[in-house]
């Protein structure tokens, strides 16, 4: 058995799936001459079968893939567009065999920011390749021990290859092999269990097939209803206790994921753990999808019992950290996976560029950007409670994501595209404020769900895409600062707090019109009730306070450095109405042919 060292890594990421891949790409672009090794025991050519749960990015994500990667050219080249989201509900469970035998919020327009669709083996193993020729390692084995030793003492990585071990000493290890959790076994860090994660208990059962005819699903003829394809979207077809994805991965072949999330209590695992039993189930509950499915060929399935679980640390003051979902998973729903481990990625970048540049701050900042991120796991954990009574009821659930919606653009998306969530000033106010608003008001709201639920009332449809349905103009992407006109993607350029100002005065707007609806006049005078109403106001104002202060700070401020560089270049510009002479270009060459071939130059003639 050969045994081999290798240099000293600044960084050795166990895992080269989407979150280890990424992550080194990020550590590529923004630390200059780092070194970096990449652990993984499947070769660089990916089969076909590697798959996993989720394959549809959302703004988050993609302004990631896209903006802070680089692979804007690369996704349009190689994945499909993404339309938003659609959502569907049986008008009647016995009859599922066309598209209008359901109840639908579909998305109406081309969204602002884009998204993608993605076929993850082909990214995974793309950017592998590209990070190998930005100067990466990539090593063909099995992490079989890491020796994580205390505060900056090299960590050993130990690595089993095909023809032996090699020992990896590296400053700083991620953890990015998911569910294999070689740090999270190593340190007791993880955490699963139904009684541990908001009483979530589910599973998840998935296909692909190819060649598929779409128009079974939707003829792509909506001249009245859309300005963008409802097949090109990431569709939700939901039910008691579960809801099924529906997301094309490749534009040539017609292929597709098809997949359900399924609640235990409702599904237990042993009744959708085959593929006959997952086609039989979508056969009796959503015969459209299982005429979809059939109008294809198999390429693969697979079953994951049991889905949910997170971490107790996501980033150690022993150089050690844990992403993707080696760091947390609940739910493919919202396709939340990859925006933490966006969140992930860019705070593990900031903490070891940091600590390589020695900066005397940067283990506060390690720890509050740990406790932020472990803060919006369990925002995304919580966002599942009670998914079980919920998902197949259209009239909450529609209620519900309207809600949601409304937090993901009206505070987390602009937060993002502010680089806010690297600001360890902001994080410390936003989480003493969220844990105080937000988490006690969606709390109180989930319990009310179950009431009308149990009630079985009928408040009617809210729909995600559509204007029209809170006062003074408001729609679920509406823009309360100008940083996409105005490209303000510098770091703090983006005002979030005109945002959050905004969007706590349309959640108290909207809880008032949901207590009018669902509980009448006695719920909306209730004190309970009014103490949540009361509270967003507060925060509202409070966010007001910010808003002013945030101008005054940044006034005369120019929103894009580089645009603003430009227009001072510009002027010195003067008009030229002239040409360089090119004629002569070709002239002198076909000239010194004829010499050397000894012909005379044309004569001219005189006129």
């Not at 930005?134 to 900056?152: E, I, K, Q």
């Not at 959503?286 to 005429?291: D, M, N, V």
Request: aromatic fraction near 12%; charged fraction near 20%; charge should be neutral.
């Amino acid at each position: 058995m050969n045994n081999t060292q290798s240099p000293v890594y600044d960084v050795v990421i166990m895992g080269a799936g989407m979150a280890g891949v990424s992550q080194a790409r990020h550590l590529l672009l923004n630390i200059p001459n780092i070194k970096i090794a990449l652990v993984d025991p499947r070769p660089e050519e990916r089969t076909e079968k590697d798959l996993k749960v989720g394959e549809s990015t959302v703004e988050i994500s993609t302004l990631f893939f896209g903006k802070e990667l680089g692979l804007y050219d690369y996704l349009i080249e190689n994945h499909p567009p993404k339309y938003g989201l659609n959502y569907h509900w049986a008008k009647q469970a016995e009859q599922t065999a066309n598209i209008d035998d359901y109840y639908h919020v579909w998305s109406i327009k081309q969204p602002p920011l884009a998204s993608t669709l993605m076929n993850r083996a082909k990214f995974e193993r793309d950017v592998l390749k590209m990070n190998k020729g930005m100067g990466a390692s990539f090593y063909n084995g099995r992490v079989v021990d890491v020796d994580l030793t205390p505060g900056d003492a090299l960590k050993i990585v130990k690595v089993k290859v095909e023809h032996g071990y090699v020992e990896l000493q590296a400053k700083h290890v991620v953890d990015a092999a998911g569910r294999k959790f070689i740090i999270g076994h190593k340190t007791d860090n993880v955490i699963s269990g139904s009684e541990n994660l908001h009483g979530l208990n589910n599973g998840s059962a998935w296909v692909r097939v190819k060649n598929v005819d779409r128009t079974i699903f939707h003829n792509g003829y909506d001249p009245f209803g859309a300005t963008c394809s409802h097949y090109y979207a990431t569709n939700h077809m939901m039910g008691h206790g579960h809801w099924v994805w529906i997301i094309p991965t490749d534009t040539q072949t017609m292929e597709l994921s098809i997949g359900v999330a399924h609640h235990h209590s409702v599904i237990p695992p042993q009744n959708i753990n085959t593929k006959e039993k997952f086609y039989a189930f979508l056969e009796e509950n959503h015969h459209l999808l299982y005429r979809l499915l059939k109008s294809g060929e198999d390429i693969d399935f697979h079953y994951l019992p049991r889905v949910p679980h997170k971490s107790k640390t996501l980033f150690s003051q022993d150089n050690w950290y844990v992403v993707g979902d080696a760091a947390a998973i609940f739910d493919p729903f919202y396709s939340l996976g990859m925006v933490m481990m966006t969140f992930q990625i860019e705070a593990i970048t900031e903490i070891i560029r940091g600590k390589l540049a020695k900066e005397s701050d940067i283990a506060k900042k390690q720890a509050v950007y740990n406790a932020y991120n472990l803060g919006y796991i369990e925002s995304c954990n919580h966002l599942l409670l009670d998914h079980d009574k919920q998902l197949g009821h259209a009239s909450v659930m529609s209620w519900r994501m309207y809600l949601e919606n409304m937090w993901w653009f009206g505070m987390i998306l602009p937060m993002y595209v502010g680089k806010w969530h690297l600001d360890v000033q902001f994080l410390r106010k936003f989480g003493k404020q969220s844990r105080g608003v937000v988490r006690k008001l969606m709390v109180h709201v989930y319990g009310q769900f179950n009431q009308l639920i149990e009630q079985d009332t009928n408040i009617g449809l809210m729909y995600i895409h559509r204007g029209g349905q809170l006062p003074f103009g408001y729609y679920i992407t509406k823009e309360f600062d100008s940083y996409l006109q105005d490209t303000k993607y510098e770091p703090q350029k983006c005002n979030v707090y005109a945002y959050m100002k905004n969007i706590y005065f349309f959640v108290a707007l909207w809880y008032i019109k949901f207590l009018w609806k669902g509980f009448g006049i006695a719920g909306l005078l209730s004190p309970r009730n009014l103490y949540h109403v009361f509270n967003l106001m507060k925060a509202s104002g409070e966010s007001a306070l910010d808003d002013l202060m945030f101008r005054f700070k940044t006034r005369g401020l120019p929103a894009n450095t580089n645009i603003a560089n430009a227009t001072e270049e510009f002027k010195s510009y003067q008009y030229q109405p002239q040409l360089q002479p090119w004629t002569q270009r070709i002239a002198e060459p076909a000239l010194q042919e004829n010499d050397q071939n000894g012909a005379k130059a044309p004569e001219l003639v005189k006129l």
